[in-house]
């Protein structure tokens, strides 16, 4: 059964870093785009970034680019997204999301707070 699970969430001070992972069972992620987003308290779900298939590349949410970097990890089949200079208005639960010919795959999610 295909299941993705975040990790790496927490309470960070301004300006430090986290690494959000993203486990795949089910299914190879290498052959997937995979997006991260997130929802923070009363607002829209948003997308954050998401990396390609080919050359790796990462496509950034303006409000993110510089900041943030996603990877893969063949291997162990996960995502990540390396996140630094956080801000208190990244504060939000972050998902990943994969999606497979018309289905949409989510994660539980995982809870990102900047606060001093």
């Known amino acids: 059964q295909l299941q993705l699970v975040e990790s790496g969430g927490g309470l960070v001070q301004p300006g430090g870093s986290l690494r ?11 052959y997937y785009s995979v997006g991260w987003f997130r929802q923070g308290p009363g607002k829209e779900r948003e997308g954050v970034a998401c990396i390609g298939t080919t050359d790796g590349s990462g496509y950034y949410a303006d409000s993110v680019l510089g900041r943030f970097t996603i990877s893969r990890e063949s291997a162990k089949n996960v995502v990540y997204l390396q996140m630094s200079g956080l801000r208190p208005e990244d504060t939000a639960v972050y998902y990943c999301q994969v999606i497979i010919l018309l289905q949409t795959y989510w994660g539980q999610g995982t809870q990102v707070t900047v606060s001093s």
């Not at 959000?20 to 290498?30: E, I, K, N």
């Open 20 to 30: 959000l992972s993203c486990v795949a069972s089910g299914l190879a992620l290498d």
